[in-house]
Structure formats: C-alpha cells, structure tokens
C-alpha cells in the first residue's frame, strides 16, 4: 500500500517547486526590465499574475507589459496550479490518508474476536505468523514503524506501539482474543507484557518466547501457559534428527499446513456435533485417520485411548491422517452429519 508520498516522489516535488521558483524569477525579472518597477513591486505583479487574486496593478502597464503579462499567465499559470496541488497532496494527501487508514484499522480491529496477538514481528513472530497463515485472525503488535510497509504487504491487521502499554493492548483488542503470543527478544520485556494481558484477560492464553531459564520460570511464574526456550528447542531438533531420523521425518510429514498429504491436527467437538456419544472404536472404522490422543475437558490427555472411550462435548481429538479425511472429520466435529 504506497502512500502519496511514495507515488509522486519528493524528487517530483522539488522539480515543481523549482519550476514554480524560475517562473517567479523571470516574472520579476521581466516586470523590472519592461515596467522599471523595484524589484519587490515586480515579484507582486508576478505573484498576482500567476494567482490570478485580481488585485490591481501597481501602475497602468504598457503594451509590452500587457504582452509579457498574457504570456506569463499562458506558460505559468497551469504550473502553479499544478505545483499547488503537489505541494497540498504531498503535506495533507499523505496524512489524512493515513488517519483515514488507522482509523479504518481500528474498527477492523475493533470487530474481531477470539483473534490471536502476535507481539513483535522479528524472526520469531514472522515465523509464528507464516505457521498461522489464514487458518486464525492475527493482530501484530510491532514497536517498529519501519517494518509497517511489510505488515500492509502482508495485509496483516497490526498495531504500531510499543506492547509494554495498557493501551497498545487494549487496540489490539487483548480483552476479546483467545490468545495472546509474546516474542520479544527481551525476557523482562516479556514478563512484563504477560503481566499486563493476563490483568486485562484472565482468561486468554498466553505464550512467550524466553531467552534464558530464568526468564521461562518468571515468565511461567507471571502467568504464560506456555514458555518456549527456541535455541532449547533448536538443540532438540538437532539431536532428534541425529538419534531419531524416522520420528522427525514422521513429524514434519505431519506437520500442521504444510501441504502434504498426511496431516496431523487437533479437532474440536461441538456441543451438537453427530460424533458426540460415539466411541473411538466406532470413529476409528472410517479409514484415512487415526485417533493418537483424546483429551476430555478437565481431564488429562489419554494417548492412545481405549476403543470403548465414549467422546463428549468439547472433546479435543488429535489424529493424523491423509488431508480430505481430516477436513471431512473437522465439519462433523462441528455438527455436520
């Protein structure tokens, strides 16, 4: 999204400026030379002139005077039009569209619910935007107004502040997300902003990025559900892959959007979903999926839960399997028959 500024470019700005400055000059210039006006007395016939105001001539002109006078409306008078509007749209064009655009990104804003912040837009939330992709309503709070052109790209609904603010969460509507995920490279930064979402939204569910143990257990201590530690994580991976080639392969297989055949995902069920009272045994008798875990509210998850495990309301499902039956089972999860 180019702004007025981008488009016309402060280079054609200066070029109309300069242009409206020489025909100024050789206004003046003429008016003293034909008329033998004072200089200043020649810059106001030329500024009347070219304005076209109608105010009266400082003394009647002679026909050269009349002469000179036509010509410089002809050849001035659609430059200094011209430039006028450059000038207006380049200090006032650039700004009231940019109000009109927070504006209208605080009421997008404004009507999202169950959303998910990301705060920070480094390399740890670009990629926990990039795994998000289309499936959730993002809101990015990033303290870098020079990464905004990349968030319009992105056509992302973001918020320019720092996330150490009340009121920076507050627009980014912190009261009505589900979740909130804090990726700053600064633990105490972190910790801070946990503190103020979970005073704002004791409800919503807040994951951090640390950068040291320390900053995991006071940041678990402020009230995340869930701390990351990436170069832990990183180290994991490395090691995984060393000890456990097939296992990693099988996870990135299965790796949630990615795209491939197999996936693995979590499936909610709805209050009124046609799976509810069914047993795992009888889901399971529809090939393409396989129930690995089953979470009951309240309860502990169950890996691997027994055939005869009767499925509830607000049963979370994790199952992997070949994409057309995942999207088949997601819509009967939510009532579909």
Do not use: W
């Not at 200066?14 to 200089?39: K, N, Q």
């Not at 839960?305 to 997601?330: F, M, Y």
């Amino acid at each position: 999204m180019k702004t007025p500024l981008q488009r016309l470019g402060r280079q054609h700005l200066v070029h109309c400026l300069i242009a409206l400055l020489l025909l100024t000059a050789a206004g003046t210039i003429g008016y003293r030379a034909i008329e033998g006006l004072s200089y200043l007395d020649s810059l106001y016939m030329t500024v009347i002139t070219l304005s076209t105001v109608g105010y009266g001539e400082v003394v009647p002109l002679s026909p050269a005077g009349r002469l000179f006078s036509v010509v410089l409306i002809m050849v001035g008078l659609g430059t200094a039009l011209y430039t006028v509007g450059v000038v207006a749209e380049f200090f006032l064009g650039g700004r009231l569209e940019d109000i009109l655009g927070a504006h209208t990104m605080r009421r997008q804003i404004e009507h999202l619910e169950d959303h998910v912040i990301v705060v920070g837009m480094g390399r740890f939330g670009q990629h926990v935007i990039n795994e998000l992709g289309e499936r959730v309503d993002l809101v990015v709070i990033e303290n870098d107004a020079d990464k905004e052109p990349e968030l319009q790209r992105q056509e992302l609904h973001y918020v320019i502040g720092s996330a150490l603010e009340e009121r920076v969460l507050e627009e980014a509507g912190i009261k009505r997300a589900k979740a909130i995920i804090v990726g700053t490279e600064n633990d105490s930064d972190n910790v801070f902003i946990v503190l103020n979402a979970r005073d704002l939204n004791p409800k919503v569910q807040i994951h951090a990025r640390a950068e040291s143990e320390i900053g995991a257990k006071r940041l678990e201590a402020s009230g995340a559900n869930q701390v990351v530690l990436p170069h832990l994580l990183g180290g994991q991976r490395v090691a995984n892959a060393l000890m456990r080639p097939s296992v990693v392969d099988f996870i990135e297989l299965s790796k949630p959007g990615s795209g491939t055949e197999i996936d693995l995902e979590e499936v909610l069920l709805h209050e009124d979903s046609v799976l509810v009272g069914q047993t795992v045994e009888r889901l399971s008798k529809r090939p393409g999926f396989s129930v690995i875990a089953l979470k009951h509210p309240g309860e502990p998850m169950l890996f691997d839960p027994a055939q005869s495990e009767v499925l509830r309301p607000h049963d979370r499902l994790v199952v992997v399997g070949r994409n057309s039956e995942l999207l088949e089972l997601s819509a009967r999860a939510h009532g579909a028959s």
